[in-house]
Nanobody, 121 residues
Framework: QVQLVESGGGLVQAGGSLRLSCAAS??????????MGWYRQAPGKQRELVAA???????NYADSVKGRFTISRDNAKNTVYLQMNALKPEDTAVYYC?????????????WGQGTQVTVSS
C-alpha cells in the first residue's frame, strides 16, 4: 500500500520561506516508472500542479512559482522536497504530495493528505 506523508507546512510572512517534505512508502521510489510532484488547492479554486520531478531528476514548474520554488528528491530516503522561497499571499493553499507509477502500462496515482501553507501579507 502506497503512503505519502507530507510535513513542513505552516504560517509564514510574505517574503519568507518554507520547505515541504513528502515521505513515500510502498512505492519503488527510484524506479524509472514513477514521478513525484506537488499540487496545491486554494479555497474556491481547482487543484493545480506546482512542481514535478521524475526519477531521473527532470523537473517541471508552474509559471507562477518558477524562480522561487525548487523541487528535489532523495531516492535513498524515499523523500521529495519542495523548497519555497519569496512566498506570496497567493501561494496560500493546501499543498498535496502526488506520486504516479506506471505498472504494466497502467498508471496509478497516489495522494498525500495535504499540508496547509498560509502566507500573510
Amino acid at each position: 500500500q502506497v503512503q505519502l506523508v507530507e510535513s513542513g507546512g505552516g504560517l509564514v510572512q510574505a517574503g519568507g520561506s518554507l520547505r515541504l517534505s513528502c515521505a513515500a512508502s510502498g512505492i519503488i521510489f527510484s524506479s524509472n516508472a514513477n514521478a513525484m510532484g506537488w499540487y496545491r488547492q486554494a479555497p474556491g479554486k481547482q487543484r493545480e500542479l506546482v512542481a514535478a520531478i521524475t526519477s531521473g531528476g527532470n523537473t517541471n514548474y508552474a509559471d507562477s512559482v518558477k524562480g522561487r520554488f525548487t523541487i528535489s528528491r532523495d531516492n535513498a530516503k524515499n523523500t521529495v522536497y519542495l523548497q519555497m522561497n519569496a512566498l506570496k499571499p497567493e501561494d496560500t493553499a493546501v499543498y498535496y504530495c502526488h506520486a504516479v507509477e506506471v505498472i504494466s502500462g497502467y498508471e496509478y496515482n497516489y495522494w498525500g493528505q495535504g499540508t496547509q501553507v498560509t502566507v500573510s501579507s
